[in-house]
């Protein structure tokens, strides 16, 4: 599951607006989807679903679903938080194990979805991918609890650490994967690779 935000200006990669502006922060989010989504397809054996926030489908997704065959879902929840958890509600009526990333980080790599998913096979309960600002870039589940997605501080440094945490609670095994750097804020724009159109 890759979990995106619909690309507008002025609502799309915010913290970024001071550096490239609305118009270039939406921009730069319209590559990194697009980068991720070819990331992802070339693991061939993946089932994609791409959630977002866009109440319709615009042209822009519309040509996701055409490009590489993925289906297009909306986002359902108050809040992010509710959103994931209900998407992996979705997800795993019919999987034995899902995984859920955005389209902040194109440091990650295939090689990471494809270590996560033989974690999960392997009969981890759960993998997080840590990032270096405290969130995570990539979750993966084999069954679902609401208490990893509620009551969480999004976009403070002690996502990752916490999520962690209410796994080890649940007495779950969960396999950690390498800390990447999303690319979130002003700073971290000298550490963005360059980005196919």
């Not at 979990?3 to 970024?16: D, H, I, M, S």
């Not at 996701?64 to 998407?87: E, V």
Request: hydrophobic share 40%; net charge neutral.
């Amino acid at each position: 599951m890759v979990f995106a935000r619909n690309p507008v200006p002025g609502e799309a990669k915010t913290r970024l607006i001071p550096a490239l502006g609305k118009k270039g922060a939406a921009n730069l989010h319209k590559k990194l989807i697009k980068h991720t989504l070819r990331m992802v397809t070339s693991c061939n054996t993946l089932n994609v679903d791409l959630y977002t926030t866009a109440t319709k489908n615009p042209a822009f997704y519309r040509s996701f679903g055409d490009d590489y065959g993925i289906p297009i879902k909306q986002q359902t929840g108050t809040d992010l938080g509710m959103r994931m958890f209900n998407a992996f509600e979705n997800s795993l009526r019919t999987n034995d194990w899902a995984i859920l990333i955005g389209t902040d980080c194109p440091a990650m790599q295939a090689a990471d979805l494809l270590k996560s998913i033989g974690e999960l096979e392997s009969g981890a309960d759960a993998v997080i991918g840590p990032a270096v600002d405290g969130g995570y870039y990539l979750i993966g589940l084999r069954r679902n609890d609401e208490s990893l997605f509620s009551n969480m501080p999004w976009g403070t440094r002690q996502v990752a650490s916490l999520t962690y945490e209410k796994m080890k609670a649940l007495n779950w095994r969960v396999s950690t994967l390498p800390l990447r750097r999303d690319i979130d804020r002003p700073e971290d724009l000298e550490y963005l690779p360059e980005l196919e159109q």
